[in-house]
């Protein structure tokens, strides 16, 4: 690190010019927050796979190109775990840094707010926090233990003491509450009831809602008096989602299908659901739950599960006419009601987060609604 410390700020330079042309680093403040903080001190190792399921390269402060791939506005894997199938899989990373400002930005922060962060991970945002609150201001929890310690120990090393502690997000950190800002940097399939109660009214909350990997947005909600409420961001992001436990988190229904046998029909819809993220969230009130996505057969289908072991299969190539193969098996028929909720969101004018809002109720329900809360078009979330 000893090169690396000379040359560091200039990275750090270009990484805030980089954001700032996206057009995000618009407050001077984070500005001078993101050149004060090294991310190297915090990304000393990071992990990159080179092919699905292949054994992930590690990148160490030793290995060459480190400090230059350390400052690229990129995000970076920055600890792997064993699952029970042996393969190492990724359960934490540092945030791409252009996400990292625009959360921060639209979080609305100002001096003297107390916030808490879910999700210390290598603890960069933390320190972006607390170059900009001061220690008092910033409590970020992590359930990964020595990712905690780990990041304690860097932060010190920069002089800073942010409250940092091993703990499940989902329970808040109740003991320093109440906080005028919670930000989690892993996504939640719903708000917790304990971040609510642990928000100031007028405060703001700002998480990925995610069902399922692709089926939801980052959302900023305001706390009012009987529910918090508020709009996605306009751009799709996607966090690795929250974890029960300091482990890797485990796949559990992996479905062994004959594609061939599934019933037959042809689709002129993109099976990629990157491609269609509110068209998923739009379909998700109408599926029973735990839908996964990956590509089977060397990737020629695009294959989706739920839970009660339906599937659907769709051909990743159209043919000529932009026409794919659909082929699908269960109770549930998936295509059929992504089809479904494709054409609802084709005749409200294709929608994009923009337009797309969610307001949780005390009991939990999260609403869904299309440019306001009170609405003709409103999906609760199941
Ligand atoms: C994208 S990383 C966080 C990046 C981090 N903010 C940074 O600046 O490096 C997501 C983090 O969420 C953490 N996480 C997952 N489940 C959690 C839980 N139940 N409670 C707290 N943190 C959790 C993971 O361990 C991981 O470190």
Not at 107 to 120: K, M, N, Q, W
Not at 310 to 328: K, Y
Request: glycine letters at 10%.
């Amino acid at each position: 690190m000893r090169a690396a410390d000379a040359d560091w700020r200039e990275h750090a330079r270009r990484l805030a010019d980089t954001i700032a042309a996206e057009g995000v680093l618009r407050d001077p403040a984070w500005r001078a927050a993101l050149e004060a903080v090294p991310r190297h001190v915090f990304v000393p190792r990071f992990y990159t796979q080179r092919r699905p399921g292949g054994e992930p390269l590690e990148t160490t402060a030793e290995s060459e190109g480190w400090l230059g791939a350390v400052y690229r506005n990129e995000p970076l894997v920055t600890a792997l775990a064993a699952t029970s199938s042996g393969s190492r899989i990724p359960v934490s990373s540092s945030t791409k840094p252009g996400l990292m400002i625009r959360m921060l930005e639209a979080l609305d922060l100002a001096y003297g707010h107390r916030v808490l962060e879910i999700g210390t991970g290598t603890g960069y945002n933390a320190a972006l926090l607390a170059h900009r609150l001061g220690d008092r201001g910033v409590f970020s929890v992590d359930i990964g233990a020595e990712l905690v310690a780990d990041a304690r120990k860097r932060l010190a090393g920069l002089g800073l003491a942010p409250t940092l502690v091993a703990a499940h997000g989902a329970e808040g950190l109740p003991g320093h509450a109440p906080f005028d800002r919670i930000i989690a940097t892993c996504s939640v399939p719903a708000i917790p009831a304990a971040w609510a109660e642990q928000l100031t009214e007028g405060g703001l909350v700002l998480a990925d809602v995610k069902r399922d990997p692709h089926a939801g947005n980052l959302a900023v909600l305001r706390r009012y008096a009987d529910r918090l409420e508020g709009r996605f961001l306009p751009k799709w992001a996607g966090f690795m989602a929250i974890r029960d436990a300091d482990t890797a988190p485990e796949h559990h229904h992996t479905v062994t299908v004959e594609i061939e046998a599934g019933s037959r029909s042809t689709t002129a819809l993109d099976p990629s659901p990157w491609n269609a993220t509110v068209q998923w969230l739009l379909t998700h009130p109408r599926l029973p739950g735990d839908l996964t996505f990956g590509y089977r057969n060397g990737g020629r289908w695009a294959f989706f599960t739920v839970c009660d072991g339906s599937w659907c299969a769709v051909r990743t190539e159209a043919d000529q006419d932009g026409i794919r193969e659909v082929r699908q098996s269960g109770r549930t028929a998936i295509w059929d009601e992504f089809t479904r909720a494709h054409q609802r969101w084709e005749d409200d004018g294709r929608p994009g987060w923009d337009r797309l809002g969610l307001t949780v109720l005390a009991d939990g329900t999260h609403r869904v609604w299309l440019d306001r809360p009170d609405g003709d078009a409103r999906w609760e979330l199941p």
